[in-house]
């Protein structure tokens, strides 16, 4: 099985290599191709490793076990789904004289941006953990900063200023875990997840709770939980659509896979009580922040961004409950969040390149004017609010239960009124959007079925998860809940 | 040799003060005059100034008060009785020390300063008042520093006596090179180029009004009460070298008895110690430029911030145990410590290629500490470390983010979005929160650099980010983030010295790595607009 590791970590780099020196029709092509392989390999490998066996590649240095598979999936979903929006979304383009060149560095950052994230989840220890995160920060930074406009530049900016320092404090938080570590392994170990997680018990408690501090806040300022999240919506908003697709839906939970790493030795070690507590505060306080936020939002893709990081929160508060139900509804609605946020990013896209504007309040009647793409982003933002039959509604309802039967009932209740909050904001604004009526002169219709496609594929995951849980996907959250909860008992 | 009594050797004391003070003033004088290739003034000048102005009779300012004629008379009575309680000429404390400890003496110093500045607003005169009013608002960053330094010594002595400090230091050399003990050491000195009216802050013996502090207070001033100003200013001044030096930095040479011979000699090492401090304060005066008044604070908060760096770094060094410093320790917890200092100062710096030095300076720092720790214990992997920090942090990133600056031919002034007292105050308050929250680390010291260092690094990381903070501008936030990065090294130095080597190295390829994305969004930004001012963000804020 280890070949499928091998394969998943050498086929994006092909595709960039492929963009780098072909022509855009063949990295167009190749980006498609290596889209949707990535897929089925992170399937064929959730699948191997869904009862809790692991999957170990060169010397072991490679690891996936049931927990990175679930980000593996959701990093595998947005890959396949971008490449596909993307060669309709840049068709547009083509006008351009600059096109070969932009399309060029396009495709390249792409397909590295979509290499870093799936390196994340298969790497094995604290060392190379951090190594990765920090490429993905490198990559997206060139792929946000693409349109070269002002506006992009500066988001760019914020965004790696704001990620550097973050990771400085991720990369204390790493050599203070190891520090910890020599407490028990001696002077020099290779910091793995597993050796850190049995050494545990008989670490010292002080240096390993700063270290998770350190991660939460470090690691944390990729996730955008509050008060360092104030690059993201800059970033979410001035990257291309598909881009931010993949910054929202897949990177974010990435930097969150980094927390969780750190939450198994902290666990181990002091008790899950005080990361978990950790976990709730910051969760709510992004969950609050960015709920009232997404009331007074005049750009739908910043609306979208302050969205994501109310997901964001959710996930931490899911994760802070500790209850196996909450756990396996947190992993859950990573998958869930990339979907429906992938679809969201994907619609914004299409209205962005119909209409030409990020203003809310210059979209009108987009069901009318975009027969497909209308009613897909309309429904992106009923199923991000948790409506019933989406996969976020079944996801947030396991958290909810979740945090009844722990019981943690005001955490609960600031839960349910924030996430009303967000519904509230979310689906006013994306209604005004969609269904007011459309000016005469817009012109109607689709811009490419290709765009349509890749939002389809989207919408029919966080639809499927919503109508029925697959067995083997349940299994897969069930042994990663236990990882991350089992590892507190 | 005959023994010396009690209230000779106190008689000494005072009397050699009282006596050679002027002699100190006119050879300070006569050397800086030499070393501006002036003639300059005789050595027993001052004497011959003060004896005329006593024949000399005296002159009021209309409306002037008793507050105004008692106060020569009050300051040089406060400047007699300070040499009774520091340790001039002997190490052992004569019977009238302990009259007051080293905070009566400082209030003692106080009351004179306080009696002038009384005198200078009871005058009248416009000239007079503004040198009060300017030396108490300078004033305020300067008595707190002198409150910190005497924490100091009575947390190492645990009494308040300045003659404690004195067997302390001779007990063990090493104590000098304590970090906490040069920060003070600095700090002091520092109050004391203030104190007695030198370059940078004033230009001693200046006759320009608008240029003076300290020297236009006496203005108004004539005759005999002129001539006890003037010597009493001669007096605080050796008053305050001698605590310098027999009380901060070279406490040696004192006598211990009172036998004639060791109290004579005692009188010459005195004079010599003098002469050394006169000469480094000569140094200073011919080779900087007096501060334009409005940066006056920022010199005496610099003063402040050494000493509470002195005191925290004092807390946290007693957790390791007091007994057992050894050499390598302090020099490497200096090195540390000075690692902290150029963060603090590139947080002054407004100066783009100084702040590319100043970090150039940091590297080497923290390279050398890579070094020193190799020779201890953790061989190999870390003098490799040690060497890939210089070749990439002190020389390849200053000299391409250097050519990226002088190619995008941007403005090289910096402007800070708060002044530097501001900026230093929350920096204090970052770096004693690093010291609070790290001080009781329970970690097995494997490392081969002392614990302390830790607390330092993360002091680093928080001052960094405070520049990224307070510069809106982007080769600045560059330097502050490489700035933090050498505080995450210092750190992993401390924690894990033998973290695996290949990480290490990583490491340090993503720092360049970050570097080369960094250069290219300036280089953009720089294409797209005439500065590199990052204001334009504050539109983007949400």
Redesign the interface.
Known sequence: MGALIAALLVVPLAAAGVALLARPAAATAATIGAGVVSLGLALALAGAVRHGDTVSLAGAWLRLDALGAVFLLATGLLYAAAAVFSTGYLAQDRARRDYAPFARRYFVYLNLFAWTMLLVPVVDDY?SLW?AV?LTT?VS??LV?LD?T??A??????Y??LA??GL??A??AV??L???G??RLG??Y?PRYGTLVAAAPQL?H??VQ?AFLLAVIGFGTKVGFAPLH?WL??AHSEAPSPVSAMLSGALLGTAFYAILRFFQPTAAAVGSEFPQRALLVFGTISLALAAL?VLR?QSFK?LLA?SSIEHMGVIAIGIGFGVPLAVAGALLHVLNHAAAKGLAFFGAGSILRRYDTKEIDDVHGAATVLPWSGPMFLAAALALSGLPVSGVFRSEFQIVSGGFSRPAYIWVALLVVLVNVAFLGVVWHAGRMVLSPAAPQTPRGETSAWMVAAMAGCLLVVIGIGLHLPSGLADLLAHASILVSGAAR | MPNLSDWTVQALQLGSIVVFAPLVTGVIARIEAIVQMRRGPRLLQPYYDIAKLFRKETVLPDGAGPVFRAAPYVAFACYLTVPLLIPVLVAFPPQLAYMGDILGGGFLLALASYSVSLAAIDSGSPYTQLGSSRVRSFGAFAEPTILFVVFVVALTTQTDLPFAMVRTLEGSTVEVLRPSHLLVLAAFFMVVLAETGRVPLENHGSTLEFGMIEEARTLEHSGPGFALLKWGSSLKQLILFVILANVFAVPWGLAHDSRLDHVAAAIGLLLAKALGIGLVIVAIESSFAKLRLYKIPDFTVGSFLLAVLGVISFVFESEFGTGDLTVFDAVSSVAAVSVLLVAFALLRSQDVWEQLRLYALSSVLVAALAFAAAGTAHGAGLYALGAVTVAFKALAVPLFVGLVIRTLEVRVRVPSSIGFPSAVLVGIALASFSFL??A?????S?SALPLSALAVS?GV?LVS?LL?IVRPF?PS?LIG?LM??N??SL??LV??P???MI?AL??LF?VV??VL??V??VQ??GV??TSVA?E??QE???
């Open positions: 060392g190594i920090e490198v930074v060139l900063a070269r002002d506006a530049l500066e988001a760019a900016w914020k790696i200023l550097s320092v400085g404090l990369l204390l050599v203070l190891y520090a910890a020599t407490a002077d020099s290779v010292p002080v240096p700063i104030t919506p800059d936020f939002q910043r302050y | 929250a790290l009781r680390l329970p970690l097995q494997t993360v990381v980010f990224m982007a936030q983030f933090l990065e505080g995450v750190a992993s924690l894990a033998s973290l695996p990480l990583l490491l993503d790595v970050g994305v960094f290219l969004l953009y930004l797209h607009r990052t334009a963000l983007l804020r949400g």
